[in-house]
């Protein structure tokens, strides 16, 4: 033991601390341990605890602070056990990387105790140091589980002392990096599973019996029993880090997911479900050799990026509430889940604000009072999801407790059982026929777990050919591939019906190689089948192994030797030619392609060949790529060009650049597709010019701000855009920015920020956006200058916030539906101009004749306060080029066989045929303006959202 500095000892002392023994640190590896992390093994406490930091919380709701530095230095996650006391990961103020980490250890398990039953926590004992990260803790039994890389650790105090004196790490082999996107948790599951969260760093897996249980890169969901043994994965997918978990009372899993979307970045809540692969667009090889089965998983919410931690669930009388931290944004907000189908809906309410930046919540849970903990680490963290760009561990961390109105938790007798209460087939395959969609999915992941008997086997076939939505779809398909013994070779080829062949395609095992190839044989017939879920899935089998797919290819070939295509080859085709391109045979086949006499064949390898990044150019094609001013095609050439890695068509792009009787959005691609990017003065004047052009489409301001963003950095360059940050829209910011990475002068950046901080559309990306475009310049640059001008639009944004519950309010109060009824039907406020309720007004958006049954007061307030932040699944704003030179914005109103139908601005249907369509940008706002109460008086905004409700 190393003995505690006498200057921080008298220090405790003097501000009413009791002293006990000294703990020991680690040396310092070469970085600076913080001396708020010196402290001995146990601290008593007299006195009150500092007062609460500002904040905005719901009525009825109170913060108070009861735990904080020396009793806590940098809380991550804890829970509470048996008998009340708080146990948290404690950090000590350092971003090491995993050698120093693992070489010193230098974080810990703290032990809090509140003596006198005030709320406030008195005394903290170090229960366990010399750990790496410890980010989860579960009490179960009289021991503490400890998720702390490379693995699940088992804590136990012996001799009552309030210290572990056994250690024993039960599950090992989860690969870290210091950037906390690791192992979180664990978790104690109603079926006495422990769970936890890995993210995606690799893991090789080994179970206590000393098998292999998984070797991979994937992130996901595991679980053990409580002694180590039976180490299973749940679910594995594509995110870079899970982190927190919370159970229903039924033994739903529920989780917070980092980085679930990539572009644009997207935090999310998901249901995990047993066995399922999630994917993720850029990162599909680390689950590559995982059984999928479903080719896009559910996603139960998406916060977008900011940075979602700690959650625990809380069953009230009328849902579900999720409680969820954010990093980010200090806010702990409620999710109000109600269960849809097989799985849930949520809707997110901001519930705590903490107004300081430099608070990061970290967790949630439930004390046995009712009232809530919530943990703040503080400033020290910097190398994960940053909301800072500086590591700051004198601002150290605390503990909150926010206390309420007595919730009862809803009393649901259910008719069914959980999945592990299911033991026998009999209670399976009975459940598997309730019309409870809850019930069913627990009755096929009993199932699954189960394993193979004739009265399962029976039950699971039964349900092929039954329409299920996607959430029973996968359970289904893994539990017939689990069991391995409900189909074999003969039912794949008996089966007539589209969807059934669809399900047994993805859940047969082929026993050898003799099957595995009658199962490519019986793909290959579908590959080209009218319907199009079943083609698509004889697709994914055939290009699962490419080396076996040379018969496919002659096949192909054999169509493209015909004059003709039906459109159904046609897509196949296009499908082939995408999962393949790469395949010797198939860059035959591309080049055939490129050739032919039919032009909707040229039109599908192009679009091919415009999807893939960096296709090397074959010599044979160089006849059919030359672009020339006045082909039907030459957008899609165009396009086409910009993907290859090298062409000789810089003179004949620059030629069709120049000449301005074509198209603009032509010009502009012709310029892109060009391997140098330095502009010259010419080009450089064309492209500002287009992008501050607000009567130039919005596809090609888009197309001129990807250029700008991409183009070498000059004085001239820089001259030129900085005005236009001011007033660029929220898609050209996102294109524009990325330039901001290769600006090494501060004195440009620092205008460059400047102009961007004048911009109205800040709010527009996640401010991890924004820290990411100037990360390597000085922190003074945008802490100093973006951040101020976000955080004003916030707080203007949040005030709007904080009066949607008195505004909603005044709506039952004082809100007359006839007025609003009136002031609809003359277009008060614009909503006629897109929204139809009854025979009145436009469908552009949704359509608004039952909206009462729906929504709520304050949701109707929100939409309109806010329209872009709760847009409407499926109407997105979308541009599109065509192959004419022309742009089309609008919403996907439907898909046709012969392309898109879209409702455009006007409110006129138009059908976009899909040889037409070049690109398709989907926008970040919606089509519905910011602003548009401030065309109402406060009383017709209260009369206009009166009538809303009503109509039900």
């Known amino acids: 033991m190393r003995p505690l500095n006498p200057l921080f000892a008298l220090a405790l002392l003097s501000a009413g601390f009791d002293v006990g023994v000294a703990a020991d640190l680690p040396p310092d590896p070469g970085n600076t341990v913080p001396t708020s992390a010196a402290r001995p093994v146990v601290i008593e406490r007299s006195g009150a605890e500092k007062s609460a930091p500002e904040h905005t919380l719901p009525e009825g709701w109170t913060l108070q602070q009861v735990a904080s530095s020396p009793l806590v230095t940098h809380p991550i996650m804890g829970c509470v056990d048996d008998q009340g006391r708080l146990y948290i990961g404690d950090a000590v103020g350092v971003n090491w990387n995993q050698a120093q980490l693992d070489q010193n250890p230098p974080n810990r398990i703290l032990l809090l105790e509140d003596e006198d039953g005030d709320g406030a926590f008195d005394r903290s004992t170090v229960f366990a140091d010399k750990m790496t990260f410890p980010q989860g803790v579960a009490w179960l039994k009289g021991s503490l589980y400890v998720c702390s890389p490379p693995g699940l650790w088992k804590l136990t105090d012996t001799n009552g002392d309030g210290v572990a004196d056994e250690r024993q790490m039960i599950v090992r082999g989860f690969d870290y990096t210091g950037n906390a996107a690791d192992v979180h948790g664990p978790k104690l599951h109603p079926n006495g599973r422990l769970y936890w969260c890995h993210g995606r760093k690799g893991h090789k897996v080994i179970g206590k019996e000393g098998h292999v249980v998984h070797e991979g890169k994937a992130s996901g969901i595991w679980s053990c029993l409580p002694d180590g043994s039976d180490v299973q994965w749940h679910s594995l997918g594509c995110a870079d880090n899970p982190t927190g978990l919370a159970f229903t009372p039924q033994g739903d899993i529920l989780g917070t997911c980092n980085l679930y979307y990539s572009q644009p970045r997207g935090d999310t809540l998901m249901h995990w479900l047993l066995g399922g692969v999630y994917e993720r667009a850029d990162q599909m090889q680390v689950i590559a050799e995982l059984p999928r089965t479903l080719s896009r998983m559910p996603v139960v919410h998406n916060f977008g990026h900011v940075a979602v931690s700690g959650c625990t669930l809380v069953p009230e009388e009328t849902a579900s509430a999720l409680y969820v931290t954010h990093f980010n944004t200090q806010r702990l907000v409620r999710m109000d889940l109600v269960p849809s189908g097989a799985t849930f809906k949520a809707v997110e309410n901001e519930f705590l604000k903490i107004h300081n930046p430099d608070v990061h919540l970290t967790d949630v849970m439930v004390d046995h009072d009712g009232s809530l903990l919530v943990l703040n680490t503080g400033g020290w963290f910097r190398i994960g999801c940053p909301s800072s760009l500086m590591a700051k561990p004198d601002l150290l961390g605390s503990v909150y407790r926010l206390r309420g109105p007595k919730v009862t938790p809803a009393i649901q007798p259910l008719a069914w059982k959980a999945d592990w209460q299911l033991t026998s087939p009999a209670e399976i395959v009975q459940q598997l026929t309730s019309p409870e969609p809850r019930a069913v999915l627990h009755a096929l992941a009993a199932a699954a777990r189960q394993g193979s008997s004739s009265e399962i086997d029976a039950g699971l076939r039964e349900m092929l050919d039954h329409p299920l939505e996607p959430v029973l779809e996968h359970a289904l398909l893994h539990a017939v591939r689990v069991s391995g013994a409900v189909i074999g070779v003969q039912d794949l080829v008996e089966t007539r019906s589209p969807v059934a062949l669809r399900r047994l395609l993805v859940g047969f095992q082929p026993q050898d190689d003799v099957e595995a190839q009658q199962k490519r044989d019986l793909a290959a017939q579908h590959l080209d089948d009218a319907d199009v879920a079943l083609a698509q899935v004889a697709l994914e089998v055939i290009a699962a192994e490419p080396e076996a797919a040379a018969p496919v290819t002659a096949r192909v070939e054999a169509w493209l030797r015909a004059d003709s295509m039906p459109e159904t080859q046609l897509k196949a085709l296009e499908g082939y030619l995408n999962a393949l391109h790469a395949q010797l045979g198939v860059q035959a086949l591309l080049g055939l392609a490129l050739s032919h006499p039919q032009a909707a064949v040229r039109e599908v390898a192009l679009r091919v060949l415009a999807d893939q990044p960096g296709v090397p150019v074959a010599s044979e094609w160089t006849t059919s790529l030359e ?265 996907i109103r439907s898909h046709a066989a012969e392309g898109l139908i879209i409702l455009d601005v006007a409110g006129q249907e138009r059908l976009l045929p899909h040889e037409q369509i070049v690109s398709d940008t989907a926008l970040t706002t919606s089509l519905m303006p910011m602003g548009l109460d401030m065309t109402l008086t406060p009383q017709e905004l209260l009369d206009l959202v009166a009538y809303l409700r009503s109509l039900k």
């Open 627 to 891: 672009p020339k001013a006045g082909q039907p095609q030459l957008p899609l050439i165009l396009a086409v060009l910009k993907r290859l890695k090298q062409h000789p068509f810089e003179v004949q792009l620059q030629d069709i650049a120049d000449n301005s009787s074509l198209a603009l959005s032509v010009r502009l691609k012709a310029l892109d597709a060009r391997k140098q990017n330095r502009l010259t003065p010419e080009t450089l004047a064309f492209l500002l010019q287009t992008l501050t052009d607000m009567a130039a489409p919005s596809a090609a301001r888009i197309q001129a701000a990807s250029m700008l963003g991409a183009a070498s950095v000059t004085p001239e360059l820089i001259q030129g855009l900085a005005p236009a940050l001011a007033t660029a829209g929220p898609v050209e910011l996102e294109k524009l920015l990325p330039l901001v990475r290769r600006v090494k002068s501060e004195e440009d950046a620092r205008l460059l920020a400047q102009k961007l901080a004048l911009n109205p559309a800040l709010l527009s990306q996640q401010e991890s956006f924004y820290r990411t475009c100037f990360s390597h310049l000085p922190p003074a640059i945008f802490e100093g200058i973006v951040l101020p001008a976000r955080q004003k639009l916030e707080q203007q944004m949040d005030e709007k916030k904080r009066q949607l519950g008195s505004l909603a309010e005044k709506v039952g109060q004082s809100g007359h539906a006839e007025d609003g009824q009136k002031n609809f039907a003359m277009g008060k406020g614009t909503c006629i101009a897109c929204h139809k309720i009854g025979e009145t007004g436009r469908a552009i958006g949704p359509d608004l004749s039952h909206i009462g049954s729906i929504r709520t007061e304050r949701d109707l307030l929100e939409s309109i306060l806010f329209p872009s932040n709760t847009l409407a699944r499926d109407y997105e704003a979308h541009v599109f080029e065509l192959s004419d030179g022309q742009s089309a914005m609008g919403v």
